[in-house]
């Protein structure tokens, strides 16, 4: 029995990257040989184990044939005689096919083991599929789009990218489930570049199964992917600002809509939504009124945001507008202004006998705020 660190542990020691998880296949054993050494068995599909001590996965070499649609379509053959070239052959891609055995110590030992070819692509800084079972799994499109975006610096091989093409054509797409479509998105979008992941899927023609249509059809434009890449680079890596900026020329309705068929978390959604809205809200004042805001509006949009709740949210939202450029900055000290009322001296001013009545007491508020709305606006 031999056991081997390898995947993309390899792949980022060679770059310099640090390593947070190491894959490790194990060469030479058997499930009962697994139990009988203390590895506690885990893997639904295949066999998988704990390591009795680190608790850390070890899978056994195996080989795959597919029976079925989907990235799930797939039966697995683990066994004493899979050797570590046969378990490298099913991985993705030559940079993520390499090993190097683990020494009784834990620590890796020998040559690095690439049959594929690895090295020399890494070198090249080229994503290229070790073998023609490359198209058989959906899933490796996205994992390649999000690898783009997170090493912008590598291109696509040629015969990899006519297999990323074979994928969506062949409609395997439709079989990858919502939650695993918006984890690798959600990693894409949060990667260093992560227009190259939309390059990607834009390219393979993907983007029409997988991203919204609308922003699609924007995407094919070159003078809105140039916006889109200045907007990347001037807002924050975390993934409420990048969905929003993507999703920003998108009604609110039409992200929710996409938003259920990914399983968005809610949290970004809505952010994005209002985000959206408040694009919306822009648009309309430069092109209506010559850039003057009018005060309902933007109480209105106030109210939608929930500022007066959640002003850590409302306080987002302005910030990353006025990062990417948007004239925002009197909306912000309408806001301040507005949020510093004393709401309970607003109530005290209600008649006594309305103070029982919700909407006497709203619409108190709303006029307050709306008055001081109009006069930072004014100013």
Known sequence: MKIYAVGGAIRDTLMGLPVHDIDYVVVGSSVEGMIALG???????????????????????????????GYKGFMFYADPTVTLEQDLERRDLTINAMAQEVGEDGQWIGPILDPYNGQEDLAAKIFRHVS????????????????????????????TMDALKAI???????????????????????????????QVLLDTGAAKTLLPSA?????????????????????????????????????ANEIRSWAECVKMPNDVRDFSEIFSELNLLIEKTVHTTGGAYQAVD????????????????????????????????????AVQKAQSLNTAEIIAGVPAEDRANGESIRSAVDVARLSAISAALKH
């Open 168 to 198: 969506v054509q062949s409609n395997e797409l439709s079989a990858l489930s919502a939650e695993r479509i918006w984890q690798e998105l959600a990693r894409g979008f949060t990667a260093i570049k992560p227009m190259r992941m939309l």
């Open 215 to 251: 922003f699609t059809v924007n995407l094919a434009k070159g003078e809105y992917r140039e916006d889109l890449i200045a907007h990347f680079h001037a807002v924050d890596s975390g993934l409420e600002d990048r969905c929003a900026v993507v999703l920003m020329h998108l009604p």
């Open 298 to 333: 933007v109480l209105a949009w106030l109210n939608r945001a929930d500022v007066w709740r959640k002003p850590e949210r409302g306080h987002a939202l302005l910030k990353l507008a006025q990062q990417i450029g948007l004239p925002v900055t009197v909306l912000i000290d």
């Open 132 to 159: 023609d079972a490359f198209a058989e799994d959906p899933l490796r499109l996205l994992r390649i789009a999000r690898f783009a975006a997170r090493f912008p610096e590598f291109t696509v091989a040629p015969e």
């Open 39 to 69: 590895y506690r068995p885990v893997g639904k599909d295949f066999p998988v184990f704990l390591h009795p001590e680190t608790q850390a996965e070890y899978a056994l070499a195996r080989t795959e044939r597919k029976t079925g649609k």
